[in-house]
């Protein structure tokens, strides 16, 4: 591909960014970074192999941030939850506003709308090392088997399998399952340790990886209040180059004085069942 050719991509990604997203890295380079358990097209089980980072504070790796789940124009969207920031969130409100009438169905779809824990870690995807440090969401498990509650038990027996001399890889395997609404998902079997390595043999490349200065939150999305407050209303999100913001698709601006009632009750596919199939945006 030319220079010039690769110039002209660059450029039409960087123009057609929502400036108000808040972050500013291209599609293409956040795909790169985002890593994921989801089987490829056509495989019915496989494995991924990767290592976790340590964190340069001594925190713990694993990152507990709430995202609401809930469809979007017909697409599942994982939403960060503002008030984590002390922020107003529209979408605790419709939940709240549901709860307050009652009704067993409002109970039922006020589910809809509470956030859910989520883990992110940094990690180097051995298949694509080349991408360096990528981050890894998934879901908190009620029932004490996703894929946190597969790792917890190697560290106990392991030890720190972060450390960059005397860690362990981790390999992740997976199959392909069907919901009882004839869904499918990948879903994680296992997870297993290998035996102590080196995260890499160069020091410069440790070094590299280890302090990457890249956090989830330049890789996840995480949409303004107006994107929140349409999503409550009902409405679907488009940006407006003339506004500068987020307005409703079926209309040029929207009214945000009313009262917020959900229009549409849509039962969120992964109450049941662990399928994280949702791409950072």
Same mark, same amino acid.
């Given at each position: 591909?030319?220079?010039?050719?690769?110039?002209?991509?660059?450029?039409?990604?960087?123009?057609?960014?929502?400036?108000?997203?808040?972050?500013?890295?291209?599609?293409? @380079?956040?795909? $790169?970074?985002?890593?994921?358990?989801?089987?490829? +097209? &056509?495989?019915?089980?496989?494995? *991924?192999? !990767?290592? %976790?980072?340590?964190?340069?504070?001594?925190?713990?790796?694993?990152?507990?941030?709430?995202?609401?789940?809930?469809?979007?124009?017909?697409?599942?969207?994982?939403?960060?939850?503002?008030?984590?920031?002390?922020?107003?969130?529209?979408?605790?409100?419709?939940?709240?506003?549901?709860?307050?009438?009652?009704?067993?169905?409002?109970?039922?779809?006020?589910?809809?709308?509470?956030?859910?824990?989520?883990?992110?870690?940094?990690?180097?995807?051995?298949?694509?090392?080349? @991408?360096?440090? $990528?981050?890894?969401?998934?879901?908190?498990?009620? +029932? &004490?088997?996703?894929?946190?509650? *597969?790792? !917890?038990? %190697?560290?106990?027996?392991?030890?720190?399998?972060?450390?960059?001399?005397?860690?362990?890889?981790?390999?992740?395997?997976?199959?392909?399952?069907?919901?009882?609404?004839?869904?499918?998902?990948?879903?994680?079997?296992?997870?297993?340790?290998?035996?102590?390595?080196?995260?890499?043999?160069?020091?410069?490349?440790?070094?590299?990886?280890?302090?990457?200065?890249?956090?989830?939150?330049?890789?996840?999305?995480?949409?303004?209040?107006?994107?929140?407050?349409?999503?409550?209303?009902?409405?679907?999100?488009?940006?407006?180059?003339?506004?500068? +913001?987020?307005?409703?698709?079926?209309?040029?601006?929207?009214?945000?004085?009313?009262?917020?009632?959900?229009?549409?009750?849509?039962?969120?596919?992964?109450?049941?069942?662990?399928?994280?199939?949702?791409?950072?945006?």
């Amino acid at each position: 591909m030319s220079n010039s050719l690769d110039a002209i991509l660059s450029q039409y990604e960087k123009n057609t960014q929502p400036a108000a997203s808040g972050n500013q890295m291209s599609s293409e @380079d956040r795909l $790169k970074r985002y890593f994921t358990t989801i089987l490829p +097209k &056509g495989a019915s089980n496989g494995q *991924k192999r !990767i290592r %976790i980072l340590p964190t340069t504070d001594g925190t713990s790796p694993f990152k507990e941030v709430e995202f609401h789940e809930i469809q979007v124009d017909g697409k599942w969207m994982k939403l960060y939850d503002p008030s984590q920031d002390g922020e107003p969130s529209p979408l605790n409100e419709v939940r709240k506003t549901l709860l307050a009438t009652g009704s067993e169905d409002d109970k039922k779809l006020a589910r809809n709308y509470r956030a859910r824990k989520f883990y992110i870690v940094k990690v180097i995807d051995r298949e694509n090392e080349a @991408d360096g440090p $990528k981050f890894w969401r998934f879901k908190h498990n009620y +029932k &004490g088997d996703g894929p946190l509650d *597969k790792i !917890i038990p %190697i560290i106990r027996s392991k030890g720190d399998i972060t450390d960059t001399q005397e860690g362990r890889d981790l390999i992740i395997s997976l199959s392909l399952n069907k919901a009882p609404n004839g869904r499918e998902y990948t879903s994680i079997n296992s997870i297993i340790q290998e035996d102590k390595s080196p995260l890499h043999t160069d020091s410069e490349v440790v070094s590299e990886w280890v302090s990457h200065p890249d956090t989830w939150r330049d890789v996840y999305s995480i949409k303004p209040q107006e994107y929140l407050q349409l999503v409550a209303l009902g409405e679907t999100p488009v940006w407006s180059k003339e506004s500068s +913001k987020f307005v409703s698709q079926n209309e040029e601006e929207s009214d945000f004085g009313g009262d917020i009632t959900p229009k549409v009750a849509v039962e969120d596919p992964q109450l049941t069942q662990e399928a994280d199939d949702d791409l950072p945006f």
